[in-house]
C-alpha cells in the first residue's frame, strides 16, 4: 500500500504543478497520467471521479501550501486568517481550488476542516457559559467569515484586494463578536 | 442574488437543455451526464445541444445560472433590513434541493472562469445607498460583502457540511448573522425612510 500512498502524493503534486498554467477543468486525467509518467488507469483507481481529484488536492495544497496558523485567542484568530487571505491572494489558482473543493457535496464522509475545531475550541474558552445555539451561530458565522469562499467571493465578485478583504473580514468578525453578551470578547 | 438576478435571455431550446440537464443532475449527480442522455431528455438532437453549449463547462455555467434564477428565485427586497428574511427562505429552498445547491456554489467559485458569485451585489447597493447613504466606503463595501457572503448558497453548504446543522438551524444562523452584520447599521437610516 505505500507504493500506493506515494502515487496519490505524486498525482497531486504533478496537477498542483499543471494548476500554474491552466484551470482545474483544463487538467484532464491523460494529461496528469503523462506527468506523472504512469497510466490513466491507475489515476482512476485512485480518484474515481473528478470531484474525489479536487477534493483530495485541495487538501493536500492545504496542508503544504496554506498551513493554519494555531490560535487560541479572537486576536491570533484574526491574525491567522489575515496570514491566509494573503498567502491565497499569493497563489489565487490554489486557493481558487481550495474555495471549490469546500462548495462540493463531500465525496466521502468528510470531517469538519481543522479551522472549524480551532473555532469552536476557542470559543469554548472565550466564552465558556454561553449556550449552545448561540455558539454554534458565532461558530458557524466566523468560520464561515475565514472561508477560501469568502476570500474568493470577494475577490472574484467585488474585485478587492487582500488587504480589503482582510479590513472586510475584520468588520463583519466584530459584528459577530459584539452580539456576545460578554463584552470583553467583542475587542479587536 | 437578491430579486433581480441577471440571466441572459434563454431561446426555448435553451431552456429546455438547461431544464433536462438540472432534472439529471438531481437523478445522477453532474459527473455522469452524458450529452447524448441530456438531447434525449429534453427531446432534441445532441448536436442542437452542442451547438448551443459547446463544452460542459459551458453548459455547467449556464445551468448553474438557470437553477439560480429559477429554482432559487428570490422575493425582492425593498429594504436592506429585509435581508435576513430573505435569506431564511434561500436557505430553505437550498436544502429542499441539495444537489441543485452543490452545483450552484461550486460554480461561483471558479475565479473570472466561472459564474459570478455576487449577483446581488448591485440590489444590496441600491438598497443600502437608499437607506443608509452615510457610510463611509469600507464600512459600505464590509456590509455589502458580508450581506451577499450570507444571501448566498455557500453558506448553506457551509453550516450543513462543516457544523451538521439542519435545514431549521441552517435558516436561523444564517438570518441571526445577517441580522449581527445589520445591528452596524440599524440606527443610521436616513430620516425619509422612517415613518
Known amino acids: ?28 486525467y491523460r494529461a496528469l497520467a503523462d506527468e506523472v509518467g504512469i497510466s490513466e488507469r491507475t489515476i482512476y483507481r485512485q480518484y474515481p471521479t473528478r470531484a474525489h481529484l479536487l477534493a ?114 475584520d468588520r463583519a468578525v466584530g459584528t459577530v463578536l459584539a452580539k456576545l453578551p460578554d463584552a470583553t470578547l467583542a475587542e479587536p | ?4 438576478t441577471a440571466v441572459p435571455a434563454l431561446s426555448g431550446t435553451q431552456a429546455a437543455i438547461l431544464a433536462a440537464y438540472a432534472e439529471l443532475i438531481e437523478e445522477v449527480g453532474s459527473d455522469d451526464v452524458s450529452y447524448r442522455v441530456i438531447a434525449r431528455r429534453a427531446g432534441i438532437a445532441q448536436r442542437t445541444v452542442f451547438r448551443n453549449y459547446p463544452t460542459r463547462v459551458d453548459l455547467l455555467l449556464a445551468t448553474a445560472a438557470w437553477i439560480e434564477a429559477t429554482v432559487f428565485a428570490r422575493e425582492e427586497s425593498h429594504s436592506i433590513f429585509d435581508i435576513p428574511l430573505t435569506i431564511r427562505d434561500a436557505m430553505q429552498r437550498y436544502d429542499a434541493r441539495p444537489e441543485l445547491a452543490h452545483v450552484v456554489a461550486e460554480t461561483a467559485m471558479r475565479g473570472v472562469s466561472g459564474a459570478a458569485p455576487s449577483p446581488g451585489r ?44 439542519d435545514r431549521r438551524d441552517i435558516a436561523d444562523a444564517a438570518a441571526w448573522a445577517a441580522e449581527a452584520v445589520l445591528d452596524s447599521i440599524r440606527d443610521r437610516v436616513a430620516p425619509r425612510f422612517i415613518s
Open chain 1, 1 to 28: 500500500m505505500e507504493e500506493s500512498v506515494d502515487t496519490a502524493t505524486a498525482i497531486l503534486a504533478s496537477a498542483a504543478v499543471l494548476l500554474r498554467e491552466r484551470t482545474f477543468d483544463d487538467i484532464s
Open chain 1, 56 to 169: 483530495a488536492l485541495s487538501n493536500w495544497i492545504e496542508q503544504t501550501r496554506f498551513p493554519l496558523p494555531p490560535f487560541v485567542t479572537v486576536s491570533d484568530f484574526r491574525a491567522a486568517v489575515h496570514e491566509r487571505f494573503r498567502a491565497f491572494d499569493a497563489s489565487p489558482a490554489y486557493a481558487y481550488v481550495g474555495a471549490r473543493a469546500s462548495a462540493i457535496s463531500p465525496t466521502l464522509d468528510a470531517e469538519p476542516a481543522y479551522i472549524t475545531r480551532a473555532i469552536e475550541a476557542m470559543l469554548d474558552v472565550a466564552v465558556p457559559t454561553l449556550n449552545r445555539r448561540d455558539r454554534r451561530r458565532v461558530a458557524a458565522s466566523l468560520r464561515y467569515f475565514s472561508s477560501a469562499m469568502f476570500w474568493a467571493r470577494l475577490r472574484t465578485g467585488f474585485d478587492l484586494d487582500a488587504g480589503e478583504i482582510c479590513d472586510a473580514f
Open chain 2, 1 to 4: 442574488m437578491t430579486g433581480s
Open chain 2, 122 to 165: 448591485a440590489q444590496l447597493e441600491r438598497l443600502l445607498d437608499a437607506e443608509v447613504p452615510s457610510l463611509d466606503p469600507a464600512e459600505r463595501r464590509a456590509v455589502v460583502a458580508a450581506l451577499s457572503h450570507l444571501d448566498s448558497v455557500g453558506t448553506w453548504v457551509t453550516f450543513r457540511r462543516e457544523f451538521g446543522m
